[in-house]
């Protein structure tokens, strides 16, 4: 039905930048909430940003004025951009969308990347 591709991860210094994105594909409708969740080695999964189909955007405070999260809805993506990471931002990253498909019907479903590793060294 719904697939989520991520791309962007890596390793990088403290201080330095990586821009995360995620494409859906398949019969979608259409995409309501995005958003990136990150998990750190023996966390949980914890909310980073997150973009509603109007607009409205809501960032964790251990993020904000660092990660700007955008959305492009005619190429059916959304993008991290990651400005100054500290070691502390390390963590498998997950974008999770909230999607709308048609199926003989329309339904609306959660969908989860496979997840993308970002590293930052000190």
């Known amino acids: 039905q719904v697939q989520l591709v991520e791309s962007g991860g890596g390793l990088v210094q403290a201080g330095g930048s990586l821009r995360l994105s995620c494409v859906a594909s398949?019969?979608?409708?259409?995409?309501?909430?995005m958003g990136w969740y990150r998990q750190a080695l023996g966390k949980q999964r914890d909310l980073v940003a997150e973009?509603?189909?109007?607009?409205?955007?809501n960032y964790a405070d251990a993020v904000k004025g660092r990660f700007t999260i955008s959305r492009d809805n005619a190429a059916n993506t959304v993008v991290l951009q990651m400005n100054s990471l500290k070691p502390e931002d390390t963590a498998v990253y997950y974008c999770?969308?909230?999607?709308?498909?048609?199926?003989?019907?329309?339904?609306?479903?959660?969908?989860w990347g496979q997840g993308t590793q970002v590293t930052v060294s000190s």
């Open positions: 398949g019969r979608i409708f259409r995409i309501n909430r």
């Open positions: 999770k969308e909230t999607i709308t498909y048609n199926d003989a019907g329309y339904f609306t479903n959660d969908y």
């Open positions: 973009i509603t189909s109007s607009g409205t955007i």
